[in-house]
T-cell receptor, first 114, second 115 residues
Framework: AQSVSQHNHHVILSEAASLELGCNYS??????LFWYVQYPGQHLQLLLK??????LVKGIKGFEAEFIKSKFSFNLRKPSVQWSDTAEYFC????????????FGRGTSLIVHP | ETGVTQSPTHLIKTRGQQVTLRCSSQ?????VSWYQQALGQGPQFIFQ???????GRGNFPPRFSGLQFPNYSSELNVNALELDDSALYLC??????????????FGAGTRLSVL
């Protein structure tokens, strides 16, 4: 079974600061990787995904993530955060060719001060 | 906003009672999953239904059960409620084909409080 670790549970930044949220997974096979975001008062929604190909993937609102297979990592980055990026961020993994059921990390709460 | 709707939005029950939560999937999605999200935690997988059959189950006891109907709407039933069942319950549907099946489209959730 797979597992996901998100090392930063709470992150507080000022606007224009750079962001990197860590995500590491544990699974011996090929994986699909996801970041989901939950803005205050809204549904959990997909931010970006990696299935195969270029390990640097770009999502909505200027976010990107890099899959580093040797490190079992899929860190989320944004060069310059905005107040509207305040949200909960969840990393998730599914096993390729498996049951399509994701395992989620416990999430990171990001607060961006204007 | 996704097309997944859940009802009710909030619910208060007492220990030992039974509860039914409902979910309407996004149009065209025939797979539905249920998750429990405790405060400060990520969603924990309860079970998944595909074409009205249970298609996978997480580490939850049998008092958590579900149904999926021909129109792909779904129910989560919890019997003999315990205090630790207090959580946000999320429903998610996913598309039918290819790698897109891995993507979950979530509803807003039902907040269950057990007193």
């Amino acid at each position: 079974a797979q597992s996901v670790s998100q090392h930063n549970h709470h992150v507080i930044l000022s606007e224009a600061a750079s962001l990197e949220l860590g995500c590491n997974y544990s699974y011996g096979g090929t994986v699909n990787l996801f970041w989901y975001v939950q803005y205050p008062g809204q549904h959990l929604q997909l931010l970006l995904k990696y299935f195969s190909g270029d390990p640097l993937v770009k999502g909505i609102k200027g976010f990107e993530a890099e899959f580093i297979k040797s490190k079992f990592s899929f860190n989320l980055r944004k060069p310059s955060v905005q107040w509207s990026d305040t949200a909960e961020y969840f990393c998730a993994v599914t096993a390729s060719g498996g049951s399509y059921i994701p395992t989620f990390g416990r999430g990171t709460s990001l607060i961006v001060h204007p | 906003e996704t097309g997944v709707t859940q009802s009710p939005t909030h619910l208060i029950k007492t220990r030992g009672q039974q509860v039914t939560l409902r979910c309407s999937s996004q149009s065209g999605h025939n797979t539905v999953s249920w998750y429990q999200q405790a405060l400060g935690q990520g969603p924990q997988f309860i079970f998944q239904y595909y074409r009205e059959e249970e298609n996978g189950r997480g580490n939850f006891p049998p008092r958590f059960s579900g149904l999926q109907f021909p129109n792909y709407s779904s129910e989560l039933n919890v019997n003999a409620l315990e205090l630790d069942d207090s959580a946000l319950y999320l429903c998610a549907s996913s598309p039918t084909g290819g790698v897109a099946k891995n993507i979950q489209y979530f509803g807003a959730g039902t907040r269950l409080s057990v007193l």
